[in-house]
């Protein structure tokens, strides 16, 4: 499964739009892209995951880019409850584990 | 609940105690996975199971750490002769298949975990 990058840490005013980044350059053509966070002393909640189109559901929304190499998760209008650890993951079609990064802390301020 | 469901939520054992944790998985998921979480670190890959197989056990660290699910739904992760570096939270997560094309059935919902500490 391809390696993810993503930026250690980011601040949201609560409210705003959070666009959380995440670089994907060794995709391949059968991979899907999942994000998931956790909320402290939380297990892993999954939020969303698309393979080359924009994806939209209650939570979020998934951004990919043509060449698929990146992809930002976006919290519309970000609460205190959405602070949190986000991973960007990616999987294969049929791969039975997932590959967890460090992920980005994400904290969002009143 | 509907919810993946750990047992306990913290275990404190002594260096050398053996120590089983269980996972009740979501009601009809097929799979069921096993991750270790050390502290400011991202989950890793212990063991999966598809129903009462356990197809993958690779990332198991040592002979000390078994896995077991043997009516295919409740599974047990036992540690045998704890030692310190085996504290960690310990989630599992489960699907309600692994191999489907129809990727929302892959999905994996966690459970909260069980905080194991060595001491």
């Known amino acids: 499964d391809a390696k993810t990058t993503q930026p250690p840490s980011m601040d949201c005013a609560e409210g705003r739009a959070a666009n959380l980044p995440c670089n994907h350059s060794t995709i391949s053509g059968n991979e899907y892209v999942y994000w998931y966070r956790q909320i402290h002393s939380q297990g892993p909640q999954y939020i969303i995951h698309g393979l080359k189109n924009n994806e939209t559901n209650e939570m979020a929304s998934l951004i990919i880019t043509e060449d698929r190499k990146s992809s930002t998760l976006i919290l519309p209008h970000a609460t205190l409850r959405d602070t949190a650890v986000y991973y960007c993951i990616v999987k294969g079609e049929y791969g039975n584990k997932l590959v967890f990064g460090a992920g980005t802390i994400l904290r969002v301020k009143s | 609940g509907a919810g993946v469901s750990q047992s306990p939520r913290y275990k404190v054992a002594k260096r050398g105690q053996d120590v089983a944790l269980r996972c009740d998985p979501i009601?009809?998921?097929?799979?069921l996975f096993w991750y270790q979480q050390a502290l400011g670190q991202g989950p890793e890959f212990l063991t999966y199971f598809q129903n009462e197989a356990q197809l993958d056990k690779s990332g198991l660290p040592s002979d000390r750490f078994f896995a077991e699910r043997p009516e295919g739904s409740v599974s047990t992760l036992k540690i045998q002769r704890t030692q310190q570096e085996d504290s960690a939270v310990y989630l599992c997560a489960s699907s309600l298949t692994a191999t489907s094309v129809v990727l929302a059935k892959n999905i994996q919902y966690f459970g909260a975990g069980t905080r194991l500490s060595v001491l």
């Open positions: 009601s009809g998921h097929v799979s």
